[in-house]
């Protein structure tokens, strides 16, 4: 069955940065792409990007652009996901998720990893 | 690119609960739904404005038209309660649209 485990939770500074990995399996990974979605606390749904796990071709929200990048490892099956800089704002939770096309629905999410920022 | 859901529905147990998103002409985009129990990822419920992917049940249907797409859960049960996300694709911004959500609450 796919499945998409992501790794656990961070405490991070201000101003540090945060590496979030997702490691898929049950599916052919190179044949789809993972979006990042975050949620912060009581709050909804935020696309942050999508990459191809095929191409390594990425489309990032504009809000994000100058601060994410997203990589995949083939050879693994591991996604990940870099956010530089953060601040107080950036608390929430981070999903990976499996998403054919950038445009495709999202079909299968991760659990989920809770990134704090604090000072 | 702009998605409004209701911030909150309340139905009785048995009783059919309509969910809608609103989006200037949404009805010409393909709109995906997303349940959200608390505490967990989400799950995808509705795809491409009224499929159904295999385990949902079929008390899970939705449709899109104009500038409002909807989801419909007939015979709610308890278990439905929870967040509901539509979604989109902006293609004049190539960014994923999520409305705010909807909190369901079986009363």
């Known amino acids: 069955q796919v499945q998409l485990v992501q790794s656990g939770a961070e405490l991070k500074k201000p101003g540090a940065s945060v590496k979030v990995s997702c490691k898929a399996s049950g599916y052919t990974f190179g044949n789809n792409g993972v979006c990042w979605v975050r949620q912060a606390p009581g709050q909804g749904l935020e696309w942050m990007g999508w990459?191809?796990?095929?191409?390594?071709?990425?489309k990032h929200a504009q809000k994000f652009r100058d601060r994410v990048t997203m990589t995949t490892d083939t050879s693994t099956y591991t996604a990940y996901m870099e956010l530089r800089s953060l601040t107080s704002d950036d608390t929430a939770v981070y999903f990976c998720?499996?998403?054919?096309?950038?445009?495709?629905?999202?079909?299968?999410w991760g659990q989920g990893t809770l990134v704090t920022v604090s000072s | 690119y702009v998605l409004t859901q209701s911030f909150s529905v309340s139905v009785a147990p048995g009783q059919t609960a309509r969910i809608t998103c609103g989006g200037n002409n949404i009805g010409s985009k393909s709109v995906h739904w997303y349940q959200q129990r608390p505490g967990q990822a989400p799950v995808m419920v509705i795809f491409d404005d009224s499929d159904r992917p295999s385990g949902i049940p079929e008390r899970f249907s939705g449709s899109n038209s104009g500038n409002t797409a909807t989801l419909t859960i007939s015979r709610v049960e308890a278990g439905d309660e929870a967040d509901y996300y539509c979604?989109?694709?902006?293609?004049?911004?190539?960014?994923?649209?999520f409305g705010g959500g909807t909190k369901l609450t079986v009363v």
């Open positions: 998720a499996r998403a054919g096309g950038e445009w495709e629905p999202i079909d299968y």
């Open positions: 979604q989109v694709w902006d293609s004049t911004t190539d960014h994923r649209v």
């Open positions: 990459i191809s796990a095929y191409s390594g071709n990425s």
